[in-house]
């Protein structure tokens, strides 16, 4: 046995052993650095949240700026997703879940004013369940539903708290858009950092209803539709809400938010690169959305380095059990004798037992 593993385990062979040891921590490393990073995304979570199964999926469309999609078209997509939900007999988990949940989103800039001051603000309006899928570091107050009777909430960051009222506590506080008296809701903290700043979050940005923009803009397109729905198989809600829509492919762009850090998916990215930073769509990605797409970006390298430190770790593997079958001391025939010889024991301590006559 010492001289056998003599001959596997040479000084070399140790070396590379203990380099490999090294490389797979090093893999772990990296893979835990993913992971904690694509947790960083809680725009693209919603599923994880509220699925923890994983039977559903959120999927994201994104507008162009001539697609012109109203909240009128929006509610008859969630009337045709549900009626094929309803065609092939998908239910809600429980009876007291939601089978579908939907929001959406335009955004533009305005100035917001309080009784002495103003600030030059981002302002987001959302409809549906919007804070499910964007959950904000609420300071005070809370959010405001986007289907509420009465639209007359506002959400502001810190920074536009300070601005107006040089200071966060002023929940139920009056300011105006346009002329148009809101009610402060609530007060969050915004998220911070050269990525977000690249991602056009660097603005001071307040939230309010749908309609209140539409009312203050005269806009009625909307930027962004997002939803959960039963996932039971790969690609199944991705292909209800594609085929839901009824705009020509150079109006819209469609993503499955999740698992869209998984290792496959990153690797498929990788491979439309260059053509995804061509965009002849004239969409206007909001700022969770870039914000995502540039984690991708920034990820893909380390997924690489991390199959390749992973294929270093199996190589050496691969060659350890070469050498280990090569410099082996029992063979095929030693095992064959060895059954023989053992079924030839069995038959003659049988044979002398019956001489004895202790078998029946």
Avoid at 88 to 109: L, M, P, V
Avoid at 168 to 176: R, T, Y
Avoid at 200 to 216: H, L
Avoid at 247 to 273: G, P, Q
């Amino acid at each position: 046995m010492a001289d056998y593993l003599r001959k596997v385990f040479t000084k070399k062979q140790i070396l590379w052993l203990i380099i490999s040891g090294g490389v797979l921590v090093v893999f772990f490393l990296i893979a835990l650095f993913c992971v904690r990073a694509s947790r960083t995304q809680p725009a693209q979570l919603f599923a994880d949240r509220f699925d923890k199964d994983g039977e559903s999926t959120q999927i994201s469309v994104f507008y162009s700026q001539i697609a012109e999609v109203s909240e009128d078209n929006l509610k008859e997509l969630s009337f045709k997703i549900d009626n094929k939900l309803d065609e092939e007999f998908i239910t809600a988990k429980s009876e007291n879940a939601r089978r579908r949940i939907s929001a959406y989103s335009a955004s533009g800039e305005t100035t917001v004013n309080s009784e002495k001051k103003s600030s030059k603000v981002k302002v987001i309006g959302v409809g549906g369940d919007y804070f499910l899928f964007h959950p904000l570091r609420l300071l005070s107050g809370s959010y405001f539903d986007g289907d509420d009777l009465m639209q007359d909430k506002i959400l502001l960051d810190e920074e536009a708290a300070w601005d107006l009222y040089g200071s966060p506590d002023i929940v139920g506080k009056p300011v105006e858009i346009e002329g148009v008296r809101l009610i402060v809701a609530g007060v969050y903290k915004k998220d911070t950092g050269r990525f977000n700043k690249l991602a056009g979050n660097d603005k001071n940005t307040v939230y309010v209803s749908y309609e209140t923009i539409e009312y203050v803009s005269n806009r009625t397109e909307l930027d962004c539709y997002e939803v959960l729905l039963p996932n039971p198989v790969s690609g199944y809600g991705m292909k209800v809400v594609k085929d839901a829509i009824t705009l020509n492919e150079d109006k819209f762009e469609i993503v499955e938010n999740t698992k869209r850090f998984s290792w496959t998916r990153l690797i498929k990215r990788f491979k439309t690169a260059g053509s995804r930073s061509m965009n002849a769509k004239a969409i206007i990605y909001p700022y969770w959305e870039n914000m995502a797409r540039g984690l991708e970006d920034a990820l893909v390298p380390w997924v690489f380095i991390d199959i390749i430190l992973i294929s270093f770790v199996f190589v050496n593997v691969c060659v350890l059990c070469a050498r280990m079958w090569k410099n082996r001391t029992i063979h095929k025939s030693d095992v064959k004798n060895f059954i023989e010889k053992r079924i030839e024991i069995y038959r003659e301590e049988r044979k002398q037992k019956k001489e004895k006559g202790e078998l029946i």
